[in-house]
């Protein structure tokens, strides 16, 4: 079993509801979700990848447990972080393309997000076993800037700290003769849904049972009520 700490809304959330129906995987219920609405012509394979992470945001990448940790001790460690950390508002998203993915992006200044995601990888790693030599070439180290195979050697991931970029991914690899039209499904389908503010409430657990297997959100902690500006 592996766990990771992701961001997502609640299971209620408007938001959650259209993701989950446009990747086909509800990560809340662990249910596979049959298609709803109009979905481009090659649905599956677009979002195979994403699909089985759930919709969210990675904010401390999948790991096994340590050695001498269990997962009372990891949910007991969340308890404390959800009460002492407030809570904050995402402005807006908007659909972004990186590289020849789709995803749900901040639109404008991210330092809160960055910063509690830093947060977030430092305070669980002591429960973070290091990785093995077969995990760290899955993620092809000798392709990665300098800093970047740093932090995949010391934290596990190398997208953390100032190589951290927020976002909540709704599609894999995007052939360019076909990002127009996956991008015009995209709008039709998030744009009511993004355009206002965004409470980042919670904190999710969530687990990979097995290698391969879809995650599934474990437990959603509630985030402190005093809230922080994003700035």
Known sequence: MRYAFYFTPPADDPLTDAAARWLGWDAFTGTALAPDGQRPDGWESLVAEPARYGFHATLKAPFH???????????????????????????????????????????????ALDRF???????????????SAADIARRKPETLPEPER????????????????????????VPAERQDEVAAHLD??????????????GLALCIEPERGAPFRVLTLAALSAAHRKMA
């Open 65 to 111: 447990l340590a050695g001498g940790q269990t997962e009372t001790d990891l949910l007991s460690a969340l308890d404390v972080f959800a009460a002492e950390t407030p809570a904050f508002t995402i402005p807006r998203l908007k659909i972004g393309r990186l590289g020849s993915f789709f995803a749900l992006v901040p639109d404008g200044d991210a330092d």
């Open 188 to 201: 039709t389908r998030f744009s009511s849904l993004i355009g206002g503010p965004l409470p980042v409430r």
């Open 117 to 131: 995601a830093a947060d977030v990888v430092r305070a669980f790693e002591p429960f973070r076993a290091p990785l």
């Open 150 to 173: 740093t932090y995949l050697h010391d934290w596990g991931y190398p997208y953390v700290f100032d190589a951290f970029r927020f976002h909540m991914t709704l599609t894999g690899p």
